[in-house]
Nanobody, 122 residues
Framework: QVQLVESGGGLVQAGGSLRLSCSAS????????RAWFRQAPGKEREFVAS????????RYADSVKGRFTISRDNAKNTVYLQMNSLKPEDTALYYC???????????????WGQGTQVTASS
């Protein structure tokens, strides 16, 4: 059974940092694009960042550029999201995803985790 499991979420003050991890099991995702999305209450799920199979082809949403960094470790089948200078508007449930194509469209991703909550208080 394929599973993506996120961890590392929590409550921080605005300006703080968190590092999210998404570990995969059940298959290897070394040839897949990996991504992070987020969904705030009452809003649609939105793209945050993605990374290609070899750690290149990285994309970010404009709202997180310069503050968030996506990376991956194929040996551990894991993708990370380092989040710095967190703002209250970053508060959301963060999901990791895996898919065959690089895309900011959530419909392009085949596998999803259950999400981890990130809350940045003002």
């Amino acid at each position: 059974q394929v599973q993506l499991v996120e961890s590392g979420g929590g409550l921080v003050q605005a300006g703080g940092s968190l590092r999210l991890s998404c570990s995969a099991s059940g298959r290897t995702f070394s040839t897949y694009f990996r991504a992070w999305f987020r969904q705030a209450p009452g809003k649609e799920r939105e793209f945050v960042a993605s990374v290609g199979p070899f750690g290149v082809s990285i994309r970010y949403a404009d709202s997180v550029k310069g503050r968030f960094t996506i990376s991956r470790d194929n040996a551990k089948n894991t993708v990370y999201l380092q989040m710095n200078s967190l703002k209250p508007e970053d508060t959301a449930l963060y999901y990791c995803a895996a898919g065959r194509r690089i895309s900011a469209d959530r419909n392009r991703y085949d596998y999803w985790g259950q999400g981890t909550q990130v809350t940045a208080s003002s």
